[in-house]
């Protein structure tokens, strides 16, 4: 059923639709009752698998389309602001995050935001179950900065941020302005 109102949609509009940028999940199979039986629904994900051709800081990577994505909720030291020097724990931030996806296909997940002011894609990254931006954090190579409408892992990463700084790892046994 689907699939025929796509290609409905597609004869229609003329217009064609990248089949890679989303993916189709259905609901479980349908549940019959008596007579009655309810016709499965199907949702488009906000998950997307790509590679990672380049890492750029601790919380920006480039992918093979070629488009950067910054990652949701976080913030590494700077790496590469020409007004500021290079922050304490950047180059660690940056290693790290290299270590973890650089040449690796991902998974993106979108929240709210489709792209920052910088023209950057705004996602939740995954390697297998981990979900890097949390890791990132929890380990200490990053901060947390989250800002609405994207909050969705809000909770989790403020949490992962008071283990690390209660752990002292990372940026917090490293960079004393960081301490409180």
Same mark, same amino acid.
């Given at each position: 059923?689907? #699939?025929l109102?796509?290609?409905?949609?597609? @004869?229609?509009?003329?217009?064609? @639709?990248? +089949?890679?940028? +989303? +993916?189709?999940?259905? /609901?479980?199979?349908?549940?019959?009752?008596?007579?009655?039986?309810?016709? $499965?629904?199907i %949702?488009?994900? /906000?998950?997307?698998? #790509? *590679?990672?051709?380049?890492? @750029?800081?601790?919380? /920006?990577?480039?992918?093979?389309? =070629?488009?950067?994505v910054?990652?949701? =909720? #976080?913030?590494? $030291?700077?790496?590469?602001?020409? *007004?500021r020097?290079?922050?304490?724990?950047?180059?660690?931030?940056?290693?790290?995050?290299?270590?973890?996806?650089? =040449?690796?296909?991902?998974t993106?997940? &979108?929240? #709210?935001?489709?792209t920052?002011?910088?023209? *950057?894609?705004?996602?939740?990254?995954? @390697?297998?179950?981990?979900?890097?931006?949390?890791?990132?954090? &929890?380990?200490? +190579?990053?901060? %947390?900065?989250?800002?609405?409408?994207?909050?969705?892992?809000? /909770?989790?990463?403020l949490?992962?941020? %008071?283990?690390?700084?209660?752990?002292n &790892? =990372?940026l917090?046994f490293?960079?004393?302005?960081?301490?409180?």
């Amino acid at each position: 059923m689907a #699939i025929l109102f796509i290609l409905f949609q597609l @004869i229609l509009n003329r217009k064609s @639709i990248d +089949f890679k940028s +989303f +993916f189709v999940s259905p /609901t479980p199979s349908p549940t019959c009752t008596g007579q009655a039986c309810l016709t $499965p629904t199907i %949702t488009l994900s /906000t998950k997307q698998l #790509i *590679r990672v051709v380049r890492v @750029i800081d601790g919380d /920006t990577i480039e992918i093979e389309d =070629g488009q950067k994505v910054r990652y949701i =909720g #976080i913030n590494s $030291p700077e790496l590469h602001d020409p *007004r500021r020097p290079v922050g304490c724990f950047a180059k660690q931030s940056y290693e790290e995050n290299k270590k973890l996806v650089e =040449g690796k296909t991902i998974t993106m997940e &979108r929240d #709210i935001s489709e792209t920052d002011k910088y023209k *950057r894609l705004l996602r939740y990254v995954w @390697i297998g179950d981990v979900l890097v931006n949390d890791y990132l954090v &929890r380990q200490g +190579f990053a901060l %947390t900065s989250t800002f609405p409408p994207d909050v969705k892992y809000e /909770t989790q990463f403020l949490e992962a941020e %008071t283990e690390a700084r209660e752990n002292n &790892r =990372g940026l917090w046994f490293s960079c004393p302005s960081k301490q409180k």
